[in-house]
């Protein structure tokens, strides 16, 4: 390619096509759209200076020797970086003038006597531009020479090659694929975007998570029905600045009828921002992507909501304390700002979610009308420690009038957190009593949680009955120091296996070991040891079964005392077995 006539150029293009080559050179920097005028700073590479200190480039179309005023504007952008207080957190170290005329001795010299000696100041002349313009000759192509229609034109053909349910008329399969293999090359062109396309038949692969592929900023899919052939495009952005140059814009409207759950769905996205999923044929428009992808959009949903790496803000890790009247702490827990939005009405939305997964809270704030509305979501608890699930569900029975909440950044004192009395609930709401229930039935399994190494896990507590729920009862009573008595039914026995010359003596007790065990979901929790004592033990029977004596026991009055096992405990009287 030959030598660019840079003096021939219109003063919009050299600019476009010198910050490109910036953009492309440096793919992590970012062009600065003006608000107040651009405080002195085209283009900012941040950490890209020495020691981790910022870059910023002053980009002009000057292709001939400076004029006096060309000057002042240069000098006059140095200053406002300097002194716009937008830019007082950069660290700048090198600025960067870019412009398609090298210097002569006296330019430079100019340059360099600007003021601000800490700083370096770099000037790419015509000599840099066009090693730039032969090293991303794609850039020239695109913005002098008319490549983006050809693009554009390009992969409309791509995407009819691969959607054709059968061969053109009169091309054989040998001549698609060259005609495929000519049209990517003339894809891969493209200055702004890589165009990656798969082919196949059957199930298409999975959809990309976020952030698997790095500068991926789209994917589709073309997939015939019943199995057929599948096509799919990753359009990814060869810079930062692609997507400011070429942008992915969606234009449309929706259609929902008045006191709809959808009309409300809008209006909250509206308010705050909260994220929606539009009913099948409620959305009309037009996408509009790079390469000629897009089009009409017709019978589809559409999702609007906060991509996974969006601004949580500063420290979203947080500690939430319940507070009393007094100021005294009464439970914390951790949590995470995974979400937070505002709405184009000025409303905003804070989504925290506990650490372990217990529960999530949604904070919506009309700012205008000073009003807030909080929501608890609960997660699935199945198979979380139970200790963990109790300490946060307690936590929320305390969430209410009077007590209050104070907030403040983990790993900090909390006494530096923000007190907030309005985010508690009213005391009679009825998810405190649900709460309570809840509380009730797992609160055994935390004194058993107490007894062993083993992390006991929250079983799905639909399927918790009120038997599981006695039975975690009298194990956590034994283990708490507690004798519990009970009596088999009439007619019934203590079935134990022993040794054949045991004996019973019927005015003593008996203290029989046994394992002590909880059941709680699939899990089986050995406890250690508990007693069966038997007050003037009777043997109804005594039976030989694969070379063990089964004992058939009872009392008097058919009791049985359960107590937790003491190895240092030994009775003068009574015998153990």
């Known amino acids: 390619m030959g030598s660019v006539e840079w003096t021939r150029l219109e003063g919009g293009q050299v600019e476009a096509v010198v910050a490109m080559f910036v953009n492309r050179e440096r793919p992590e920097s970012v062009r600065i759209t003006p608000s107040k005028g651009d405080g002195g700073v085209d283009i900012l590479d941040r950490g890209a200076g020495p020691d981790g200190t910022d870059v910023v480039y002053q980009v002009k179309r000057y292709t001939e020797k400076l004029t006096a005023k060309q000057e002042r504007d240069i000098k006059g952008s140095l200053n406002r970086l300097m002194s716009d207080d937008r830019w007082k957190s950069l660290s700048v170290r090198e600025w960067r003038l870019v412009t398609p005329w090298d210097p002569t001795p006296e330019a430079e010299d100019w340059l360099q006597g600007l003021g601000y000696p800490d700083i370096r100041k770099i000037w790419h002349g015509l000599t840099w531009a066009d090693q730039q313009a032969a090293k991303y000759d794609d850039v020239i192509d695109y913005y002098l020479h008319g490549g983006r229609a050809l693009i554009e034109t390009t992969h409309a053909q791509v995407m009819t090659l691969v959607g054709a349910e059968k061969l053109p008329e009169g091309l054989s399969v040998q001549e698609v694929q060259r005609r495929l293999h000519d049209a990517l090359q003339v894809l891969d ?227 530096r957190g923000v007190v907030d009395s309005d985010g508690v609930f009213d005391p009679d709401h009825d998810i405190f009593e649900w709460l309570e229930a809840i509380l009730q039935m797992l609160e055994p399994l935390t004194r058993l949680q107490e007894h062993t190494s083993t992390p006991i896990r929250t079983p799905d507590l639909e399927g918790v009955t009120q038997k599981d729920m006695a039975g975690w009862q009298r194990v956590a009573a034994v283990l708490d120091g507690d004798e519990i008595t009970g009596t088999h039914p009439e007619g019934h026995a203590l079935m134990v296996v022993l040794g054949s010359d045991v004996t019973f003596d019927e005015s003593q007790p008996a203290r029989i070991l046994l394992p002590l065990t909880a059941k709680v979901g699939g899990q089986s929790i050995d406890l250690g040891q508990c007693e069966a004592v038997l007050d003037s033990p009777k043997v109804l029977d005594r039976r030989l079964e694969g070379g063990q004596v089964t004992h058939a026991l009872t009392t008097p009055d058919r009791t049985i005392r359960w107590r937790r096992h003491d190895p240092t405990d030994v009775e003068e009287a009574g015998s153990d077995v």
Request: hydrophobic share 35%.
């Open 189 to 415: 062109h493209d200055p702004h975007y890589r165009y990656e396309h798969r082919f196949g038949e059957g199930d298409p692969p999975p959809y990309p998570r976020q952030g698997e592929r790095p500068g991926m900023v789209m994917h589709t899919q073309l997939i015939e029905p019943d199995g057929g052939r599948w096509s799919t495009v990753d359009i990814i952005a060869r810079c930062a600045a692609s997507v400011q140059e070429r942008p992915i814009t969606i234009q449309g409207a929706f259609t929902a009828e008045p006191g709809s759950e959808f009309a409300g769905q809008l209006d909250a996205w509206f308010t705050y921002g909260a994220p929606f999923t539009s009913p099948e044929g409620a959305f009309t428009g037009e996408l509009a992507a790079p390469g000629g992808i897009g089009g009409a959009l017709e019978g589809g949903t559409l999702w609007v909501g906060p991509t996974e790496d969006h601004d949580l803000g500063q420290n979203p890790d947080l500690h939430v304390e319940v507070l009393d009247p007094a100021g005294v702490s009464l439970a914390g827990v951790d949590v995470r700002r995974v979400e937070r939005t505002e709405g184009l009405r000025g409303g905003i939305r804070v989504v925290l979610e506990e650490i372990h997964g217990v529960f999530t809270t949604e904070d919506r704030v009309d700012l205008p009308d000073r009003r807030l509305n909080r929501t608890l979501r609960f997660g699935d608890w199945s198979g979380k420690p139970v200790a963990t699930v109790y300490a946060s569900l307690h936590f929320l029975s305390l969430l209410h009038r009077p007590n209050k909440i104070r907030v403040s950044v983990r790993n900090t004192p909390p006494s």
